[in-house]
């Protein structure tokens, strides 16, 4: 019998971790955990994100493995230079998560044009592929 001594869980809460904004008014925007109020609430901000610093539920918070190295209670202009710093924001964005993210927005950018060039090429795609299969 072989037993790992790791931990299954590693998102903690904790001063420094990128969060994604689940619901309300921000809806998809980067934040960081500033402080910890209680085991329920935290205050976060993302100066870099156009996100204002404010008291914050978990709930309406997902955590993300990115970790900055910041201070407790750290400054707006000092979270954007440390944040700048680190590449927070860019770690992120190469993760799936952020690419997912990426690729939303920019499905979402699309005009009706690009849509229909987009429904080509998958169409092209497909028939290439069932072309692959049926030589096979």
Same mark, same amino acid.
């Given at each position: /019998? *072989? #037993?790992? #001594? &790791?931990?299954?869980?590693? *998102?903690f809460v904790q001063v420094g971790r990128l969060c994604v904004v689940n619901y309300g008014a921000e809806v998809g925007k980067l934040c960081v955990i500033v402080d910890i109020v209680d085991a329920s609430r935290v205050i976060v901000d993302g100066p870099t994100t156009g996100f204002e610093r404010k008291v914050m539920s978990l709930k309406a918070l997902s955590l993300t493995k990115v970790v900055a190295d910041v #201070? *407790?209670?750290? *400054? +707006?202009?000092? /979270?954007?230079?440390? /944040?700048?710093? +680190?590449?927070?924001?860019? =770690?992120?964005?190469? #993760?799936?998560?952020? &690419?997912? =993210? /990426?690729?939303?927005?920019k499905r979402a950018s699309l005009n009706d044009f690009d849509r229909f060039k987009v429904m080509l090429l998958k169409k092209e795609r497909s028939l290439a592929i069932k072309k692959a299969i049926k030589a096979m």
């Open positions: /019998l *072989r #037993s790992t #001594s &790791q931990m299954a869980f590693k *998102r #201070s *407790r209670g750290i *400054r +707006q202009q000092k /979270l954007a230079k440390a /944040l700048e710093e +680190q590449k927070v924001i860019e =770690k992120f964005n190469e #993760s799936t998560w952020g &690419q997912k =993210k /990426l690729a939303a927005a």
